[in-house]
């Protein structure tokens, strides 16, 4: 094995293209896998680890059933394939073990978070104002795992608390991701699913990050910094208005330059590089807005959490096909070294997506550096 810092480099390179191609094709797999469908957000993913780096990468689209990739058990352990090339070793996440656990009142634990490779998760509240009407996001499935019976409808800070503690000492969990459907009051849900983290990070000391909308009261995202939470998500989705107002209306309502309101304030509180917003690609954006957007968030403290669209089954996008894995990687490279300037990456966050990064290939070139810790990012193939 050459062991020598070109040596890892060129692993790196080859694995940080490999995880972008399956996210964008998809995994056919062999193996009954852990994986998450529906949910607020874009999801439909498999949970494993390539390599030893946490991935997620669609395995339930149609998609996805016709990818190259294929993973296949060996004598001892998985492993990712093409035309029987064995291209990486794989661990699929096992199922966590506090899945067989259920509160006094006989909910299962499993209904109320789950574990996305080793952040406990949970969207608080299953029921979004803009869910089934015309300002439904067209890439979410906040609405399809509660009507298929896989979770429900709201969860008590209590009940999070209880299966937190449990995911920690059970099953390893590092700290808790958790997301709400937006309400109809002026906090959009805010409060209460800052309320939520605060009863996780007091009974299991894990770092919580929250997610939510921009509150029209901006004092909303103090009054959540003081619950004791480490991180937030507000998620502008897209930095080109044409896109966001065809995929998320309520969202474009706001604005762009709302959420950079809201995000100069959740940074004044949370601190730089403790707040991040979604930015998904292959909903037939501008690049040049998107690269755009994403610098000046960074320019603020911004994490932009960059990752493709997984059409999600059940969503209004369910048909659209995934963006293509070289577009994705150089949408990466003119962010990542951008990101590092500013010193913020996935190694500042103290919790939540942008910590956990298995949704995206941004993190694996966030981390080459050369000997003289120069950004080194790996030219896009076509293999
Ligand atoms: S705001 Fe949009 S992405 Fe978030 S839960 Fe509602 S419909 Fe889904």
Not at 2 to 18: C, E, F, Q, V, Y
Not at 334 to 353: D, K, N, Q
Request: charged share 20%; net charge negative; glycine share 10%.
């Amino acid at each position: 094995m050459d062991n020598s810092p070109a040596g890892r480099l060129r692993a790196d390179d080859r694995l940080a293209h490999l995880i972008t191609e399956l996210q964008g094709r998809g995994l056919r797999v062999e193996v009954p896998l852990e994986s998450r469908q529906g949910g607020a957000g874009p999801a439909d993913a498999g949970m494993l680890w390539i390599d030893g780096f946490a991935a997620t990468v669609p395995t339930g689209a149609d998609y996805a059933r016709t990818s190259p990739y294929v993973l296949r058990a060996e004598d001892e352990g998985w492993a990712v394939y093409r035309d029987g090339e064995r291209l990486a070793s794989a661990q699929p996440a096992r199922r966590p073990r506090y899945y067989d656990l259920a509160t006094a009142a006989g909910v299962p634990y499993w209904q109320i978070a789950l574990l996305h490779l080793d952040s406990v998760a949970s969207t608080v509240n299953q029921t979004c104002a803009y869910w089934g009407n015309a300002d439904q996001c067209t890439f979410c499935g906040i609405g399809v795992t509660l009507a298929n019976g896989r979770t429900i409808a709201r969860k008590t800070p209590e009940m999070l608390a209880e299966v937190a503690v449990a995911a920690r000492d059970l099953d390893g969990a590092v700290d808790a991701t958790l997301t709400t459907g937006t309400t109809a009051t002026p906090d959009k849900g805010a409060l209460y699913v800052g309320r939520c983290g605060q009863a996780v990070r007091e009974a299991s000391g894990l770092p919580v990050e929250v997610q939510f909308e921009p509150p029209r009261d901006p004092a909303v995202i103090d009054r959540v910094a003081d619950m004791g939470i480490a991180s937030v998500g507000i998620h502008v989705e897209s930095f080109d208005p044409a896109v966001l107002a065809r995929v998320a209306p309520a969202k474009a309502r706001t604005g762009i330059e709302g959420y950079f309101r809201a995000w100069e304030r959740a940074v004044a509180a949370f601190g730089a590089g403790q707040v991040s917003t979604y930015v998904i690609l292959g909903m037939g954006e501008d690049p040049d807005l998107i690269v755009a957007g994403c610098r000046r968030a960074i320019d603020i403290g911004v994490y932009p959490f960059v990752v493709p669209l997984r059409p999600t089954v059940g969503s209004l996008m369910e048909e659209l096909p995934a963006p293509s894995p070289e577009y994705c990687e150089t949408i990466y490279r003119r962010v990542v070294p951008y990101l590092r300037e500013r010193g913020i990456g996935a190694h500042t966050a103290a919790a939540g997506c942008a910590r956990c990064q298995a949704c995206s290939g941004m993190s694996l070139l966030e981390e080459k550096s050369d000997a003289d810790g120069r950004t080194f990012l790996p030219l896009v193939s076509h293999g």
